[in-house]
């Protein structure tokens, strides 16, 4: 039995699960992989996932707010200030995890949040799977992972999708292409924006399970993407107002050229 829940709107969960009794196909399930990609993790812990570091913001001079850019421009800024952009997952423990609450206080007060997190993610588009020998080129935007790069375990199965922690993000003109630094295969991607999963430990990106215990509630992230091919760099939002579940919320299918909170992490 596929659990879903929905932290946004309580009638939604019943849009849910009527979306899933309409599909013809099982749902994917969320099953622990260990890491593939150009480089093979040594454990099945994300070793550059942040925790235990904080956030610096970086201030525009000109007008003493926070600065805000898109993913290229922001990972430029965070360099020019030593900096790295922060990963998902210290963003999700900032949002949701153990972070203390005055931490996130002091950010969503200088109006940190959306901000752009370090990680991209690439998936199919919805209810499809990564071709042998194709680039994955992004249905909106252009942005590309070429084929060269695609692990082999990734091709040809639906449900998959790329967490990558880049090198870099090489430009021309308004496309461009991701060089990984490394790459985990995730199983289970949601197709249906705005759905709920359960968070893999290692990304905290929401992944559908098929469960037959309900999981807290604190596992729960719904998931934004578009019904496309994705190759987007995550973004992670903050309400100001407190709104529960916009913390919970992770981002997807932002534009990289959106203007979004810049802030980093020290590189050791």
């Known amino acids: 039995m596929l659990m879903v829940h929905s932290l946004i709107d309580p ?11 309409d599909r013809k196909e099982p749902f994917c399930a969320a099953k622990p992989e260990p890491e593939q990609g150009r480089i ?7 070793a550059e996932n942040d925790l235990g570091k904080e956030i610096l913001v970086i201030v525009d001079w000109n007008d003493r707010k926070i600065l805000k850019r898109s993913y290229r421009d922001a990972a430029t800024a965070a360099a020019a200030n030593n900096l790295r952009l922060p990963s998902h997952v210290l963003h999700d423990e900032y ?4 972070v203390s609450s005055t931490k996130l206080n002091e950010l969503k007060e200088k109006d940190y949040y959306p901000a752009w997190a370090r990680e991209i993610i690439a998936y199919p588009e919805k209810d499809g799977a990564f071709e042998s020998g194709r680039d994955i080129v992004d249905s909106e935007t252009g942005w ?12 040809g199965v639906k449900g998959v999708g790329l967490f990558i922690d880049p090198e870099s993000v090489t430009k021309e003109g308004r496309l461009a292409t991701v060089i990984p630094k490394t790459i985990i295969i995730l199983r289970g991607i949601i197709q249906e924006s705005g759905d709920i ?13 098929e469960s037959f215990d309900e999981p807290p509630q604190r596992e729960m992230r719904g998931f934004y993407r578009i019904s496309g091919v994705g190759v987007r760099p995550l ?34």
């Open 95 to 98: 949002l949701v995890g153990t």
């Open 40 to 46: 093979i993790l040594p454990s099945s812990t994300y």
């Open 197 to 209: 999963g359960r968070v893999d430990p290692r990304t905290r990106i929401p992944l559908g399970v």
């Open 235 to 268: 973004v992670r939002h903050s309400d100001n107002r407190n709104d529960f579940a916009e913390n919970y919320a992770v981002r997807a299918g932002d534009q990289p050229y959106a203007a979004r909170g810049v802030g980093g992490v020290k590189i050791q």
């Open 11 to 21: 009638k939604k969960k019943e849009v849910v699960l009527q979306r899933i009794k």
């Open 144 to 155: 590309t992972l070429r084929a060269n790069y695609v692990p082999p375990e990734a091709i």
